[in-house]
C-alpha cells in the first residue's frame, strides 16, 4: 500500500523522487517534444570505463616520449639506463620493461632520425 501524498511520508518521498531525478539531470540530459508538444528532459547515460580515444592518446604519447629520448641520447646509452633500471627496486624494474625498446619505437626512430641529421 502506498503513502496518501496529503501525508507527511508521501510529502518526503516526493521531495526524494525529485532531488534524486534532479541530481541525475544536473549530470546533463536529453531534451524531445513528445508529440503531444510537451518538452520532455531525459538524463542521459553515463558512460563507464575508460574512454577508448584517451587510451590511444596516452600510449601514443608515451611512444613518442621513448622515441624523443631514444633519439636525444643514442641506442647504447638508452639501453644502460635501461639496464640500470633493471637492477633496481619492483617499481623501477617495472620502468624498465615498460621502457625497453619495442619494435614500434624501433621503427619511428629509424624513420625519424635521418630527417633530423
Known sequence: MTT????????????????????RLARGYDAKVGRDGLIVFRPKRRRRGV???????????????????????????YQER??????????????AFVMQIDPVTRIIVQQLVPLFK
Open 4 to 23: 496518501p501524498i496529503n501525508s507527511p511520508k508521501g510529502f518526503e518521498a516526493r521531495i526524494t523522487k525529485v532531488r534524486r531525478s534532479h541530481n
Open 82 to 95: 635501461v639496464d640500470a633500471l633493471a637492477s633496481g627496486t619492483a617499481a623501477e624494474r617495472i620502468g
Open 51 to 77: 574512454p577508448l580515444r584517451s587510451l590511444i592518446i596516452l600510449i601514443a604519447a608515451f611512444v613518442g616520449f621513448k622515441v624523443l629520448v631514444l633519439m636525444q641520447i643514442g641506442d647504447i646509452s
